[in-house]
């Protein structure tokens, strides 16, 4: 009697020890499914808010790199082909092409253009209809990529000008979109020190000097701002950094405040002015310090090399 | 009066030498001129005849191969920038520029479209009304490259119809065209051997070959064609050898009569037929000259590699 009770509480207990246990394992199968229905949505809102403002500009700037080498590419091919029927047009690039999709043949341009005594003595051959009108249409194509290219400008310039306005500002909105694009988002470029800011762009130079035995570089993509462009050699190390100082500091403005703040173009030009002023012509040869590269100096600076 | 009548008979004579020498100079800057004139002449009509049809056939295959490879590189660029949009969306090169540039945003995707549900269903992010505009003027860029590369297409075709008759039929005017762009000119194809025509575009493998320890190519950008392409790999030499002497017969004959010869074609379908019956199994691999490259042979072969 007590032994049969016993192992009858026993089954019981088992029993109940395999109802909790297939409750638990109903849980972990509801929980599998509810941990991955909330990994895949996390996942998807990862993605759908991926695409940020500084995503989109990137994509931007890139697609403007690639329409540039390609429109460039095109046209030396219509260059080449429309050489042919045309040689003493003195055209390139856009006006080419704009040249070509309008006319085609030489027989179409009117007195009144610029060109037509050019084109009515001209020693090319003669085009046939198919060949016009096959040069027309891949003229308009460059055409047309020519006019998207203005389109992703203007596109950057309105969207930097949300996104960054400090940073246009400063450094422009073509230059800021590619020092965004180079660094990989607005936050990755506030958050660098400006000695590399600087040099963003001059990668090859810079390891250069850190490997060896050349002068450090002293601009990047920055170099492609009339700041600097138009400078003269030797103001141009100075006026980088300090201008690679006012981007860092307007990125920073932008990313962390969003609003616009005039004082940094206004400290800017101060500065910018000060360092024209103190450096009004170029340093005697004795005055530079002896330069470690040997040669090197005087004349790679003029060409604003080093890049 | 005997010396001054021979003084003057002398100044006389000096004179009249003054005179046939000037008669010469006059003479001289006379020829010169007309000789320039001739020269410039001949030079301007050598350009004008430049131009011959097979030259415009190769820009023509030129313009092809540039306009591939742009219109490749931007759909890349619409591939990553409208990914961000629309994920999901299985679509790649031509059909995806196509979709982007009809409906732009997801939300304008028809509920007859068979995207519809996956464009209602997808984790992208929204599309602003400026990205959409400019996504949809990037995308028709790339169709009009498209369009256009099928009008080159089928001027080629055109072209090649009446340059060169019998190449079109024996190769296809596509590959006709590539062959004579590869070789310069329709009268230098005409002049290769067929060996040569047979590997032309495998210059790598030839040479390497020719300096080594690798088998010769069997075939350059002959294997282009369906008869080389679609054949099993124990036939493709011999089929590549015929088809090559078959090529360059063509081009003979398109270049020496300019008739359409249609016995040329019937010859080789004949040719290649008694090759393919008479190779109907791969060969064992006893039967193999031992292969000087070593172990290279039936697995290069397969891939109809070494090209």
Redesign the interface.
């Known amino acids: 009697m007590q032994e049969s009770g016993q192992s009858a509480a026993l089954q019981d207990l088992d029993l109940r020890q395999a109802a909790i246990d297939s409750c638990f394992v109903e849980l972990d199968e509801e929980y599998d499914i509810l941990l991955r229905e909330v990994c895949i949505r996390a996942a998807?809102?990862r993605?759908?808010?991926?695409?940020t403002d500084d995503?989109?500009i990137i994509?931007?700037v890139?697609?403007l790199d690639?329409?540039d080498?390609?429109s460039n590419?095109?046209s030396e091919?219509l260059l080449?082909?429309y050489g042919?029927?045309f040689?003493e047009l003195e055209l390139t690039g856009e006006p080419l092409a704009r040249f070509v999709s309008t006319f085609g043949s030489r027989a179409n341009v009117p007195e009144s253009h610029p060109m037509f005594v050019k084109a009515s003595m001209s020693?090319?051959?003669e085009l046939s209809f198919?060949?016009e009108e096959?040069l027309r249409?891949?003229a308009?194509?460059i055409c047309?990529?020519y006019?998207?290219r203005r389109?992703?400008e203007s596109?950057i310039v309105?969207?930097m000008g949300s996104l960054a306005p400090n940073l246009s500002d400063i450094a422009g909105a073509l230059l800021g979109a590619r020092l965004i694009s180079m660094a990989g988002s607005l936050q990755k470029l506030a958050s660098f020190p400006s000695s590399t800011v600087q040099v963003i762009g001059a990668h090859r130079a810079l390891f250069k000097h850190l490997r060896g035995n050349t002068p450090p570089p002293k601009h990047g993509i920055i170099f492609n701002n009339v700041v600097i462009k138009n400078a003269p050699w030797w103001q141009r190390g100075k006026l980088a950094r300090s201008f690679a100082s006012k981007i860092s500091l307007a990125a920073r403005t932008d990313f962390y405040t969003g609003k616009r703040d005039p004082s940094i173009r206004e400290s800017m030009d101060k500065k910018l002015n000060a360092i024209r002023a103190a450096n009004p012509s170029p340093p005697k040869r004795e005055s530079k310090p002896a330069g470690k590269p040997g040669s090197r100096g005087k004349s790679r600076n003029k060409k604003g090399g080093r890049r």
């Open positions: 998807k809102s993605i759908s808010s991926n695409d995503r989109r994509q931007a890139q697609a690639d329409i080498r390609n590419e095109l091919r080449e082909w042919a029927y040689p020693m090319g051959s198919a060949d096959l249409t891949f308009l194509n047309s990529l006019d998207t389109h992703i596109y309105t969207a």
